[in-house]
């Protein structure tokens, strides 16, 4: 059977990485595919999202470096709510350096993001070494890493041989990395002597149920279009939800709608 038509539950015990099995295995419990892009530049708001969303979704992503006031107490604050909700944290980082320098930036500065984000992502471009950097911090640590082999903006690079060229690199990473963001589940030719395609767990950026797009280039498409159609597992909304009057309301919409859509793929 494809994995696409399996459950999440199902498909937890096919990865060896923890976070990976512990997110698909809450992505059930929690009736929830849907994780919110928390794209706030203040923490106060951040924390308020991570509270009032937290009970509708499975991953709450961040990108901390937009946080004019960021503290380690916001860390400490957010990784409770990650607690008490039963979430994981995601830091949206994108790492494009090399491994050496990737290592340091995941570790270290201000932000320290392996000690509390239970997974992050990297561009492909730099070649094998950077997912080796960032794994000997994180793999310790029992952290994630999904690959960025697609991205939902108008023009993007990352496409057919690259994106393709993503997923070989994660067959051979598997410990550590989980997953891709991307826009569609991608079909690439079995590695000499790999008898079967690995599971990855899909995140994908780009969805609203209100917009086609904005301004500068981000692109959306509906929930049913990723999770069924493009047979992606999990939706990541910025501001179709906090941008709206009500986001729990919203956030409500998404999940139902993410949900419906993974129901139908697995013909329940
Ligand atoms: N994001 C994308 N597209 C991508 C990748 C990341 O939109 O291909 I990779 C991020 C940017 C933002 C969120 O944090 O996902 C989408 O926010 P909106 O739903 O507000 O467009």
Redesign the pocket.
């Known amino acids: 059977m494809p994995h696409h038509k399996s459950s999440y539950t199902a498909r937890a015990a096919s990865f060896k990485n923890p976070t990976a099995s512990r997110l698909l295995k809450l992505m059930d419990e929690k009736q929830t595919n849907l994780s919110i892009?928390a794209?706030v530049t203040t923490k106060a708001e951040l924390l308020k999202l991570a509270d009032v969303l937290g009970p509708y979704i499975c991953v709450f992503?961040t990108?901390i470096d937009i946080v004019t006031d960021f503290d380690q107490d916001l860390i400490k604050q957010l990784e409770a709510l990650a607690q008490k909700h039963n979430f994981l944290i995601f830091e949206?980082r994108?790492f494009a350096d090399i491994g050496n320098t990737v290592k340091h930036q995941y570790s270290q500065g201000v932000y320290h993001i392996a000690s509390w984000s239970d997974i992050t992502n990297a561009h492909p471009l730099p070649g094998e070494g950077i997912i080796k950097g960032l794994k000997e911090v994180g793999l310790p640590l029992s952290r994630g890493l999904l690959l960025?082999a697609e991205?939902?903006?108008a023009g993007s690079l990352a496409k057919g041989a690259y994106s393709e060229e993503a997923v070989r690199m994660a067959r051979r990473n598997r410990d550590f990395v989980i997953g891709f963001?991307g826009q569609r589940r991608l079909s690439v030719p079995l590695d000499a002597g790999q008898e079967q395609e690995d599971d990855f767990l899909y995140l994908t950026?780009?969805?609203?149920m209100a917009q086609p797009g904005?301004s500068l280039g981000?692109q959306y498409r509906s929930p049913e279009q990723v999770i069924l159609e493009s047979e992606c597992d999990v939706i990541?909304?910025?501001?179709?939800i906090y941008g709206a009057a009500d986001p729990v309301a919203k956030a409500t919409e998404y999940r139902e709608a993410g949900w419906a859509a993974y129901q139908k793929r697995l013909g329940v």
């Open positions: 892009a794209d992503k990108h949206d994108k960025l991205m939902s903006s963001i950026p780009g969805v609203s904005d981000q990541i909304v910025g501001r179709g």
